[in-house]
């Protein structure tokens, strides 16, 4: 008796699991499924590609170079000149009615916003407003985080110091008269970034938390007057800020300029006529060969105009239903050895 | 520690010292710690070891640094260790948390894991050492600790006990000095041997007596030869010391047990690691399985990838720099320490581009391996089909390490006794000039009625016949060496016969011998005792029958047959049992041609046969027998020699009887086993210590030898004939010939159609081809001629082999240019060496202790464990292991690559692609569990069928999954993967927006974008590689994708306060809310697992593996595989189904065993049996069968 209780106890588990007889679902990747899978999802991507594909040509979009390295192009002399405030403008021509909502961007060309060491140049707690971070910034900001009189720069480190600050205004000419086309700056950057994540330090008026500090080297004013027109639009939630602030992933970007007021002659877009972009031209970007631009661009649910995503999704869907065929020659010519 | 130190070496009154020219080293021990008188020489007393047996590996103490320095000798935690270290040091792009943390990780776990292991060994140490032993201190017995015991000590073993370390024995209960001892854990005899006292100390066999003994003995420093011992003892007692020699006839090793002697006394002379058994022992050495080998050499390409990666964007960046604009644009002006310095950044430049591709070296991998041999192994000891009722065991895991290495053997090394067979001698049958005598198997505890359990075959027998019968049955009694205990207590081991009153039990060396003597019993003759020269049996009617012994001519190997001559009623018989082919040349009547024939049919079946003869002696003859003996006996010179001659004259003229068979029963099912394993395209060896007769008789039963299989004997009858230099060329001669022009189809192997050979070779002519360098390059000749038989050889046996013997088959096999995994498979302490020596050592849990199972990597119940094991068992952990290794590289491009092709776009700035977040969890969390589970329980097919299908073992032979274009083809997949994932996002965030606000996303958006189609990718690549979907399964796999997705929302969604930058802030969330992002997620995962489905499907259609075609006959979609799971009783069943020949293997079966004759269909082949016949007359190397002899002690 008692040999058999012992013998139990060393008894392993008979169960399911311990056996490693679990019931379970044992699908293999045969020819039978995945021939018609393969032809099911290739129909749907083209099926997709083709809704893609159209929605991205119904986009308009405009885009400009006003570099400046032609000599025809408007903004060569103040490509060439080092004044600051240097003025030219730009104009176009809409023949039609620019489908609203417009959006207007400014673009980047081998510029190199996600550089490590660009991107690691800020202090995120500055940013959120501590002002421990005001009087000593943070060591990444390097070398743009004291003045050469050994002030702290606020806000610090290169991407701020390197913020884009070309400006533009855009006026319509019709029929003789020209209308300033209303440009709105709000909701550019990201709501987050604009409530939550960045933050100005909690000090009225503002302008007395940057006591003590200099504006960034590079800043023509310094970050509590970057709005004169709306005090809520100063210091580090500044929409242009931000917006800059938010690394591009690639050395050629565009950033939201501004938004096309919807309102009045503008509430479906841009009508047609003569247009001119006033450009105030400072951002030197000859030395690395880079390319300013500014676009025009309306976008539809699936965003602004890219082709990419509705031929991938065509080439995709063809390819799958080509390797079906493929496969389904391979399969009725050499079947399966068991079905003989 | 006293290396040349001559022992100082009394010689005048050394009449027979021996082998005095070969002590290099010796030692001097007191017996009892006493002194040698002052007059003697003195002796510089040395310091031995204590008695402690020490298999673990570290103390408490050592544990930490040294658990460390073995761990970051492991390549991978070295380089992560010095990754961790260039984080800490240099200004890298990643934190040192995203190494140090998964670093720590594993260290952690292997430390824990080995130390729990470290622990076990502890307690098994410790069992060994803390039981207690007998110790005769100043005439008193006291208990004492194993380990506590001394050199010079005289300990107390009484019976059944086991020595706890090497003695010479003093004296025993008996009176001639002598004891018997069985050395069955040490070399697998489970014969009894005797052993002698020395003249001088045999009579002090009490404490008292033995406290007085004074002597010193010298002898050679411990060396692994068990049956080598050279020695002296000298004795002071008398006025004038003597000196005696000692040969190993006096030492008791550690491990054997004491048999059938009450008690003996005996003095230590090697302690704990010096002992015999101990220097047997191989060092532990890690053991490292294929799969291992192959991931260490993946990370060396992984390595060298990383390095070209690093070096190639090293290079560029400088390039890139050389342009001042480009190096330093106005926006990203550098510091002063960054302007300096410019050979000392190239350097960190390129540290830092290795800590930013560290990640391709996967990091978990090696946790997830070692957890996944961890975990693993718990379905091994779980496995319910490999626990065994009767011993109440089931399969122990001792490392984990080796779980893969079960599906990869190449070749079975197996121990015989109790291994293939039981260790347990049954009586089958006997047969008297030609009639057939099989005796009643007890049926259901009653002896069946009738003719006293015999059961007549042919016609009963005339009268002539019936005085045969009379004879054959006495000499079985009489002729032989058993002996009768007397016991009231039942040991379950021992042969017992219950006669009501008292048990009794036969106690041989040879277990045959009692084989017989039970079998007659069971034919209604029962040997009684010996008494007074008598020799008492009880025959059928009940009646005491007395003979008296006059003489025994002993058994010996050369001979093959032994002798007794006895004296009844006036009468004086000689009874002769031997092998047929030394009994047959001597006879000159009786029915030989029936017999012969029943003999080779019984041998072809396995059995152990012996022949019977006898002759009658006239008084006259007796004389000239008598004097003839007594003259041999009292010889001095070449006694042996003159013993032998006598004994030819003597054993002649016989008069046949007839024949015995005797089966060492084979373990249940050990011939399935052993031909499943065949067909798996496994060799199996059988190496053991045995006689080559036994030996071989159990292959044929096994079905190691098949029937037609031409058997080549490499033994030292053969090379005394010839020289050792023809045997091998002749052989290998032989074999080519038969193999030379033709492919060997594995499965016309198994059909039988072409000879197969079996290779035989003992122990002697082993160490000879194995000797080294006697002619220098002919001896390397030698073992390469001696492999290239073995090779075209399916089966092979090694009988006669000393343990180490084994290994060195073991390692011979293994350092031979196929590099084949081995596995040796054993169950006693004879086959320690070899468990240790090969890839995967396997202990059986036999009768003969457990230090086989102790050393072992695995230890089963039965041999029949080892089909599962193998075939079930280490085809899964091969398969899911292996894809677990490429996988983790491939989810590891995948997950690199892209931050490679990043750095194109980032002026290679280092720039990670992703968070850090995402670069420390994608391999602990995101994608380890998946890929765990997987590992663990997976079956791309159902374990009946492989079990089914021993072929299918075939398909994973060679390491086929980790082969290199399997590896590249994974490698480069995840390329492949990584360039859709990269490119992807990149053509979708070329100068657009895809947000409906017009918004623009930034370059943590563009990483979490490629992040998220890689870890869907990888999930779902594994998913499609599943074919065992449970739900443990479902929950993983989409558990960790929902926790993925999960974890970015939380990670994203908080302003985490111990965090210096919060640039996920909202980023997936974002991502999320645009319709574009998720169109690219669903066309990416597709885009990238697209090729590989196409592969598998074409792969599949156009070269399928065996397995696959088998997975294509099942239909496509099992609903649930429940169908499958049937009760235990049920698989029992079948398990006795398969079997081709249940007796053979069966335990006792109740049924009762009738005549083989009755089942004709069995045994109507004889066609094959002829030719075999034939041509093992015909040719030399033919094998003639012969039985076995009974065995004798030493």
Redesign the interface.
Known sequence: MVKQESESANRPDNTAFTQQRLPAWQPILSAGIVIPGFVLIGLAFIGIGVALFVTSKSIQELEFDYTGYSNESPCSSCAQSVVANCKCSLNFTLTTLLQGPVFFYYGLSNYFQNYRRYGASKDDNQLYGDLSYFTSPSSSCSPYDYDSSKKPIVPCGSIANSMFNDTFTLTWTVNGKTNNVSLDGKGIAWWTDYNVKYRNPNVTPLKNAFNGTVKPINWAKPAYELDASDPSNNGFVNQDFLVWMRRAALPNFRKLYRRIDASGDYKNGLPAGNYTVDITYNYPVRAFNGVKKIVFSNVSWMGGRNEFLGIAYLVIGSLCVVMSVVMLIVYAKFKFPDEE | MDSEREGPLILVECHLCVGEENWVDSRTIYIGHKEPPPGTEAFIQQRFPDNRIVSSKYTFWNFIPKNMFEQFRRVANFYFLIIFLVQLIIDT?TSPVTSGLPLFFVITVTAIKQGYEDWLRHKADNAVNQCSVHVVHHGKVVRKQSRKLRVGDVVLVKEDETFPCDLILLSSSRDDGTCFVTTASLDGESSHKTYYAVQETKAYNTEKEVDTIHATIECEQPQPDLYKFVGRINIYMTNEPVARPLGSENLLLRGATLKNTEYIYAVVIYTGMETKMALNYQSKSQKRSAVEKSMNAYLVVYLCILISKALINTALKYVWQSDP??DE????????V?RQRHLIRAFTDFLAFMVLFNYIIPVSMYVTVEMQKFLGS??I?????M?D?EL???AVVNTSDLNEELGQVEYVFTDKTGTLTENNMEFIECCVDGHVYVPHAICNGQVMPGAAGMDMIDSSPGPAAREHEELFFRALCLCHTVQVKEEDTVDGIKHGIHQGKSTSFYISSSPDEVALVEGMKRLGFTYLRLKDGQMEILNREDEVEKFELLDVLTFDSVRRRMSVIVRATGEVYLFCKGADSSIFPRVISGKVDQVRARVEQNAVEGLRTLCVAYRSLSPEQYEEVFQLLNRAKLALQDRDKQLAEAYDLIEKDLILLGATAVEDRLQEKAADTIESLHKAGIKVWVLTGDKMETAAATCYASKLFHRNTQILELTTKRTEEQSLHDVLFELSRTVLRQHGGMTRDTFSELSGDCTDYGLIIDGATLSAVMRPGQEGSNSGNYKEKFLEICRNCSAVLCCRMAPLQKAQIVKLIKASEEHPITLAIGDGANDVSMILEAHVGIGIMGKEGRQAVRNSDYAIPKFKHLKKMLLVHGH?YYIRISELVQYFFYKNVCFIFPQFLYQF???F????LYDTAYLTLYNISFTSLPILLYSL?E?HI??DILKKDPCLYRDIAKNSLLRWPTFIYWTVLGVYDAIVMFF?A??????????????????W???TLVFTVLVFTVTFKLA?DT???????HFVIWGSLIFFVVFSLLWGGI?WPFL????M??VFM?MLS???AW??II?LI??SL?PD??K???W???W?TTTE?I????S???????L??PS?GSSHRRGSENQRNPRRSEPFTKKVMFTRWQKAPDYCTFTPLLRFADSSRHSRQGYNYSGAGPETSV
């Open positions: 792009p604009n480009k644009p106005f926006y990203n002006q550098k510091t002063e960054e718990y379905f000891m779980w496995d319910d089909e626990f009722e109440g065991e089931r899964y776009f980032c002026g700035s280092q720039q990670p329980i079956q159902n374990m992807g990149y053509f979708l965030f070329d100068n657009t927006t895809f947000t409906s606000n017009g918004q623009m996303f930034g370059n958006t563009f990483g499609l074919h065992y979907w449970t739900w443990i399964n302003i210096n930058y919060q640039r802030y909202y974002q645009s319709g574009p169109l690219s066309l597709t885009a697209l489905v196409v598998k499907v074409i599949r259609t156009l399928p075609r997975q294509g006959q099942l496509e979609f099992t609903p649930l595989a429940s499958h799971a235990k």
